[in-house]
C-alpha cells in the first residue's frame, strides 16, 4: 500500500506518457495510451489463412499458423513500440503488446489446441546484459488473454551471433546456422507449440529454431510475432 501512495505521489509530479505520442497516461494505460494503441498499423494475419506471414515461411518450415500483430516500417509508431521493447528496456510494453497478441490469437481460434508458447530464446550472455527476453515478456502478456502455459526451457540458445540488423537474408541465413539447440526433448513430443518472436524479417531465426525442434516426434509448430516485415 505504501509503495503504490508512493508511486502515486512520483506520478504526480513526473506523469507517465504515451511512448508514440507523448499524451499522459491514465487509468490501466501502460506506456501506450488507447488511442495509439488501437490505431496501429494492424497486420491482420490472424484471420486470413494462407496469410502473408505463412507464405513467407512456405516451403521452409511445415508450420501449422503463422500470425504477426503489426506490420513493421521504419519510422512509424510499429518501429517505435519495438524499438522501446528491445532497446529503450520497457518491460511493461512487452507485455501490454503480449496481452494484445493474446486477444488476437484467442479470437482467431485457429489456435486454441497449442500446448505450449515458446519464446525464441536469447543468448544468457545477451540476456543478461538486456535484463530481460523480450520474447518471453511477450508470453507473459500472451498468457494474460490466451490461457497458455509457457515454456523457456526446452529451446535454448547455445551459440552468440552477431546482429542480424543489417545482414541479408542470405547473411542472415549462415548466421543463425546451429544457434539453438534442445533440452529435454521428450516434453514437447506429439505437442502444438506457439513459437513468439518479436518480430520477423527474413524469417531466418524460426527457420534455425525449426532445424533445432524438427527431430522431435510428432511436434507441431506455430508462429506468431508481434510485427512482420513488408520486405521479404
Known amino acids: 500500500m505504501k509503495m503504490r501512495y508512493l508511486r502515486d505521489f512520483v506520478e504526480l509530479f513526473f506523469p507517465k506518457v504515451c511512448c508514440i505520442c507523448g499524451t499522459p497516461l491514465v487509468g490501466d494505460e501502460h506506456s501506450i495510451c488507447c488511442n495509439c494503441l488501437f490505431n496501429l498499423p494492424e497486420a491482420l494475419s490472424a484471420q486470413v ?12 518450415i511445415p508450420i501449422e499458423h503463422a500470425t504477426a500483430m503489426l506490420i513493421f516500417k521504419k519510422e512509424s509508431n510499429s518501429q517505435t513500440i519495438l524499438h522501446e ?14 496481452r494484445q497478441m493474446g486477444i488476437v490469437l484467442s479470437n482467431s481460434g485457429k489456435y486454441n489446441h497449442v500446448d505450449f508458447l515458446v519464446p525464441v530464446p536469447l543468448h544468457p550472455s545477451k540476456e543478461r546484459k538486456r535484463g530481460y527476453n523480450q520474447s518471453y515478456l511477450l508470453c507473459k502478456g500472451i498468457q494474460q488473454t490466451f490461457f497458455c502455459d509457457i515454456d523457456d526451457k526446452v529451446l535454448i540458445r547455445s551459440q552468440r551471433t552477431e546482429s542480424q540488423t543489417h545482414k541479408n537474408r542470405e547473411e542472415r541465413m549462415e548466421n543463425m546456422k546451429g544457434v539453438f539447440a534442445i533440452r529435454d526433448r521428450k ?12 518480430v ?3 524469417g531466418a531465426t524460426a527457420e534455425a529454431c525449426w532445424e533445432a525442434l524438427k527431430s522431435i516426434e ?11 516485415t513488408g520486405d521479404t
Do not use: Q
Open 200 to 202: 520477423v524479417t527474413t
Open 218 to 228: 510428432g511436434i507441431r509448430i506455430s508462429i506468431a510475432a508481434l510485427a512482420v
Open 85 to 98: 521493447i528491445k532497446y529503450h528496456g520497457n518491460e511493461r510494453l512487452a507485455i501490454t503488446m503480449g
Open 49 to 60: 489463412s494462407p496469410n502473408y506471414l505463412e507464405y513467407r515461411f512456405a516451403g521452409r
Open 187 to 198: 516434453k514437447f513430443e506429439g505437442k502444438h507449440i506457439l513459437l513468439v518472436d518479436d
